[in-house]
């Protein structure tokens, strides 16, 4: 059952900016917290950025985004976002939205892949030179 539907991705050149949306699917569903991971063939899926949706809105960025995305949601906690900005050919890959619905100890590792159990289909952004 899709829980997680993301939307927004696409092909931009170097320097160019998108966004990506996360819409909660139900509307009894809440999340502690959120995240958006990518994964390009043949490499494991990495962390890009987390927040803690059900608790301080803290939000934490992996170091190669930092300064470049921000991560957001939207006042009625149903939709989270992913601005890209600067984009650079190796942001090219499949990014996806995950959700978990309890956060222990958040702030100590916020992107770790395990903490999600809940993942969106996927939506491929691709940046060209």
């Given at each position: 059952?899709?829980?997680?539907?993301?939307?927004?991705?696409?092909?931009?050149?170097?320097?160019?900016?998108?966004?990506?949306?996360?819409?909660?699917?139900?509307?009894?569903?809440?999340?502690?917290?959120?995240?958006?991971?990518?994964?390009?063939?043949?490499?494991?899926?990495?962390?890009?950025?987390?927040?803690?949706?059900?608790?301080?809105?803290?939000?934490?960025?992996?170091?190669?985004?930092?300064?470049?995305?921000?991560?957001?949601?939207?006042?009625?906690?149903?939709?989270?976002?992913?601005?890209?900005?600067?984009?650079?050919?190796?942001?090219?890959?499949?990014?996806?939205?995950?959700?978990?619905?309890?956060c222990p100890l958040f702030a100590r590792t916020p992107l770790a892949?395990?903490?999600?159990?809940?993942?969106?289909?996927g939506a491929q952004v691709t940046v060209s030179s």
């Open positions: 059952q899709v829980q997680l539907m993301e939307s927004g991705g696409g092909s931009v050149q170097t320097g160019g900016s998108l966004r990506l949306s996360c819409a909660v699917a139900r509307v009894t569903d809440s999340f502690d917290c959120m995240a958006w991971f990518r994964q390009v063939p043949g490499k494991e899926r990495e962390g890009v950025a987390a927040m803690w949706t059900g608790g301080t809105g803290s939000k934490h960025y992996a170091d190669p985004v930092k300064g470049r995305f921000t991560i957001s949601q939207d006042n009625s906690k149903k939709t989270l976002f992913l601005q890209m900005n600067s984009l650079k050919p190796e942001d090219t890959a499949m990014f996806y939205c995950a959700a978990a619905e309890t892949l395990d903490r999600y159990h809940i993942w969106g289909q």
